[in-house]
């Protein structure tokens, strides 16, 4: 692996070093040639289109092409293999760490900082792997608090996963496969329009037995289950100005295993026999949506309702029964004002949440929250739109109803943020930011349910956020820098108290509570070019890097029990990596029809503790923490026409090796995910 490493390291720097001297023989004339990056339109960032160019908070897109040429099964894959810190358990339990904000393991937008969008709009869930990739048409993420635009949840920074809308040409694409433990796959997805009638569907179906890890042994009760994804997306268009149209996914994880902390990097003992949990997780959402505008596209408006139910039931490892149970309804509409001076966006939201939980051993409890909000974001564009200023503020009245507890709580909560772009030259820009975000308690931290006692008394946590980038945007070249600051206050955690449960012996007793807080810093960097345009040719050949550096990650946690700077000895902020990177080589020749990526990533120095050596001790002390770092991870993929159908299609080969060097990844610590694995498949697409 680091003989590899080095090589690929070597041959990557080469290629990318040859980007500016291209761009020194054409210079900003060739960029003049075609459409600048910075005018792709982006949807997320300011909840209508927008131009990037005109976005002065840090926003990643991850286009079409790169979805198609990655080996990711799952938008979860997918931001790993672009430098996201992607944390969890095995398949069916990872979530998304932005800026050192996130959360470790699955679980809902009521307790992440991270909010999960699919295409614009709440599903409830923060799991990276609920969407396949059989429709996904680009992903949209937003760095940093996007409180303004979408309210709770949004702290630390979203991720709105886009599906193909339907046009004129009709698309199909039919693709089944198998692969390493026991790995089956079928995928689907055709999108079109009949008329002023335009369809889009997608479904993806996989199940895999246990896995064999990077250290070379099976590791039992690892398998991921049986996953199954639908999406449907149907729109009826009137007069070109209006659409109606009903947006809807399904998913349902059945038989997912967890495996006991019995094993790790530092502690690797192949699990032969034991207990292990099972969980059933499934989920629905749809929504009716209307969009329109004036003729001129000078006013732009939508308006929608959704619905959605989430279901997680099982057994822990203990042999405990749950059943937990999340329903989410919202309401949504925005107006727009597009003009060459001013533009303006105005919208509020409606969410309403319930929430049962039921545990064997412990207190059952239902719930419930709402949150009214309404928010008013404007741009100034001045200097021959050279200039941007942003400006907005957002209100919301949040009421939080722990009805088994008795506990009602009713905040409110105002947030601002500001910001400015600066284009001197038609491909560079300039830009700084300052944002707050909130995240209001769940009702679930505040009940009595399983282990945990009622904590009434908590306060939502609030953030600050100040940013500065330079973004580069050549016909062949782009590069992005940001370096970004982060306070946050009144911190939520989770800590055991000394307090005995008598409904759960051998347990005492846990409580949500408000800690000082944290700050966390850093840079942000990308670059990637297509030397294969830089040299008119017709192949694209587009290396890339990316990564994420934390200067600060401190942990201002100065209560008196586990997990805490006074308790531990350090402040450093837990189970979040200080380095993130990803590397690689994209490379598509229309003209032999080959389609290929290859793609290193790694998570580096993560403070966590080590669980699995720790037997019945709690809470862990400072001896118990590790700092560990996976290996490089490497993932290659090629797919390759292999008969032509002419105007009725085509038939393409796939073939996939996912972690090619067998390296160890452990993305939470005691849960590596796999080794070296095969994936072949067979594809039509018309």
């Not at 692996?1 to 990557?12: A, E, G, N, P, T």
């Not at 500016?20 to 005018?39: F, K, Y």
């Not at 339990?93 to 699955?106: D, F, H, M, P």
Request: net charge negative; hydrophobic share 35%; glycine share 10%.
């Amino acid at each position: 692996m680091s003989k590899f490493s080095v090589i690929f390291s070597v041959i990557f720097a080469a290629t990318l070093a040859y980007v500016p001297v291209c761009l020194g023989q054409t210079g900003a004339e060739a960029s003049a040639s075609s459409p600048s990056v910075l005018d792709t339109i982006v949807v997320t960032s300011g909840r209508n289109e927008e131009r990037l160019r005109d976005v002065t908070s840090s926003v990643t897109v991850i286009d079409e092409e790169t979805v198609k040429s990655s080996s990711a099964t799952d938008v979860g894959q997918l931001l790993a293999q672009q430098g996201f810190e992607v944390a969890g358990f095995n398949a069916g339990g990872r979530a998304l760490i932005i800026r050192g904000q996130g959360q470790e393991q699955s679980g809902t937008e009521l307790t992440s900082p991270v909010l999960i969008l699919f295409n614009g709009r709440r599903v409830i869930t923060n799991e990276m792997d609920f969407t396949g990739m059989a429709n996904v048409e680009r992903v949209e993420i937003i760095r940093g608090p996007a409180s303004l635009q979408y309210g709770p949840a949004a702290m630390g920074g979203v991720v709105n996963i886009i599906t193909r809308r339907g046009t004129e040409d009709f698309k199909g694409y039919a693709e089944v496969g198998t692969g390493s433990f026991g790995l089956n796959k079928q995928k689907v997805s055709f999108s079109g329009m009949i008329g002023a009638f335009d369809f889009s569907l997608g479904f993806l179906r996989s199940e895999q037995d246990d896995y064999k890890t990077g250290a070379g042994w099976i590791w039992k009760y690892s398998s991921p289950g049986e996953n199954t994804n639908f999406n449907t997306n149907f729109g009826f268009t009137l007069n070109e100005n209006h659409r109606v149209g009903i947006d809807y996914y399904y998913l349902n994880i059945s038989d997912s295993r967890c495996p006991p902390l019995s094993i790790s990097y530092y502690n690797p003992k192949p699990l032969e026999n034991g207990t292990y949990s099972t969980h059933d997780v499934s989920g629905s959402n749809i929504a009716l949506i209307y969009d329109g505008k004036t003729s001129n596209n000078s006013l732009n408006w939508s308006a929608s309702y959704a619905t959605g139910r989430k279901r997680d039931n099982g057994v822990y490892s203990g042999g405990q029964l749950f059943d937990n149970i999340y329903d989410i309804d919202s309401i949504s509409g925005i107006l727009s004002y597009n003009g060459d001076l001013i533009t303006a966006t105005a919208g509020v939201d409606y969410i309403d949440y319930t929430v049962e939980t039921s545990y064997a051993g412990g207190l059952p409890s239902q719930s419930g929250s709402s949150d009214l909000g309404g928010f008013a974001s404007g741009k100034l564009h001045l200097l021959d739109d050279t200039l941007i200023f942003s400006a907005g503020g957002r209100y919301d009245r949040y009421e939080i109803n722990a009805n088994s507890a008795g506990n009602k709580a009713t905040q409110t909560n105002f947030v601002p943020s500001v910001g400015v772009a600066y284009l001197p030259l038609s491909w560079l820009k300039l830009r700084a930011n300052y944002a707050e975000g909130f995240r209001m308690p769940s009702p679930a931290q505040m009940v009595p349910s399983g282990n945990y006692l009622s904590s009434a008394d908590l306060k939502p946590e609030k953030s600050k956020t100040y940013e500065f980038g330079i973004d580069a945007f050549y016909e062949f070249f782009s590069s992005s820098l940001t370096y970004f600051h982060t306070d946050v206050k009144d911190k939520i955690v989770s800590e055991r108290t000394n307090i005995p449960n008598p409904t759960n012996p051998g347990y005492t007793w846990s409580k949500y509570v408000n800690i000082q807080g944290a700050e966390i810093a850093g840079f942000e960097f990308s670059i990637s070019g297509d030397l294969g345009q830089a040299m008119n040719k017709d192949f694209t050949l587009r290396p890339y890097f990316t990564m994420n550096y934390l200067t600060k990650r401190k942990n201002k946690d100065y209560s008196a029990s586990g997990s805490s700077v006074n308790f531990i000895g350090f402040d450093t902020l837990l189970n979040v990596s200080k380095t993130t990177y990803s590397f690689g080589v994209t490379f598509n020749e229309p003209n032999i029809h080959l389609t290929s990526n290859i793609n290193a990533r790694a998570a580096r120095d993560r403070v966590s503790a080590n669980w699995g050596d720790m037997g019945d001790k709690y809470p862990p002390t400072r001896e118990d923490y590790v700092t560990y770092s996976n290996d490089l991870i490497v993932d290659f993929s090629l797919e390759k026409r292999i008969i032509d159908f002419n105007e009725k299609g085509h038939m393409n080969l796939r073939l996939e090796v996912n972690n090619m060097f067998d390296g160890y990844d452990e993305p939470y610590i005691n849960y590596p995910m796999a080794g070296r694995n095969f994936y072949v498949g067979l594809a039509y697409e018309y």
